[in-house]
């Protein structure tokens, strides 16, 4: 079975802090994905990466920056934490052929105060 | 742009009743297209997909049919159980876009008996 890792499940930071989030996959997928899930907002894309060192803006990247320095490690960095980053942080890989389904990680729920 | 709108939730159903979510979508070309599912506290898993127009996904008694025409991807079960209580997203992945997907913003169902 597919595993998505994440290093935390609950974190409290606050404003102006960096923060890391790590995620490790062991399927040696090549894409791996962050979002950011929030009531009424569903999942939103922050960053994806389809290779090592190679990463691509999603939707929401303002604010954000990711790392990837190994195939199964794909960090989230918060630059300086704001309040408005407080949500639910979701983790997914997913092999590099068409139509593969993601495999999620459990979350990281971030407040920021 | 790509964009994928759900029903709003909660949907509150008895045991045995039939479910029906409503999922349409924007998209250019010819998407695939996804239902995920949360439950509690886990991450999302996918629970079918289609990717093509007139595919019918299906998967646990769930079903989905691809319908170009109506661009609609309505996820249905004859008979739902109160384990099927969980959040339920829609996506689509658009034509070259890798395995990005663009969600819904999520529906909500609660099984009672």
């Known amino acids: 079975d597919v595993k998505v890792t994440q290093s935390s499940r609950y974190l409290v930071k606050r404003t102006g802090e960096k923060v890391f989030l790590e995620c490790v996959q062991d399927m040696d997928h090549e894409n791996m994905f962050w979002y950011r ?3 009424g907002l569903g999942l939103r894309l922050i960053y994806f990466s389809y290779d090592v060192k190679m990463k691509e803006k999603g939707d929401i990247p303002e604010g954000y920056s990711v790392s990837r320095e190994k195939k199964e490690r794909f960090s989230l960095i918060l630059e300086s934490a704001s ?5 639910m942080y979701l983790c997914a890989s997913a092999p590099g052929r068409n139509n593969s389904p993601l495999h999620f990680g459990n979350g990281t729920r971030l407040t920021v105060t | 742009g790509n ?13 045995e009743a039939f479910l029906t979510i409503n999922c349409t979508y ?3 070309g010819y998407p695939s297209l996804f239902w995920y599912v949360q439950y509690p506290g886990e991450g999302l898993q996918l629970l079918l997909k289609a990717t093509k127009a007139d595919d019918k996904g299906s998967n646990k008694g769930f079903e989905a049919t ?3 025409e109506t661009t609609s991807f309505h996820l249905e079960k004859g008979s739902v159980q ?3 209580s969980a959040v339920y997203f829609c996506a689509l992945r658009f034509t070259g876009g890798g395995n ?3 969600f819904g913003t999520g529906t909500q169902l609660k099984v009672e008996l």
């Open chain 2, 26 to 28: 924007t998209a250019t």
């Open chain 1, 37 to 39: 899930q929030d009531p």
């Open chain 1, 83 to 87: 309040t408005n980053q407080t949500s």
């Open chain 2, 3 to 15: 964009s994928v709108t759900q029903m709003e939730g909660p949907v509150t159903l008895s045991e």
């Open chain 2, 82 to 84: 109160v384990s099927d």
């Open chain 2, 66 to 68: 691809y319908r170009k």
């Open chain 2, 100 to 102: 990005k997907l663009t």
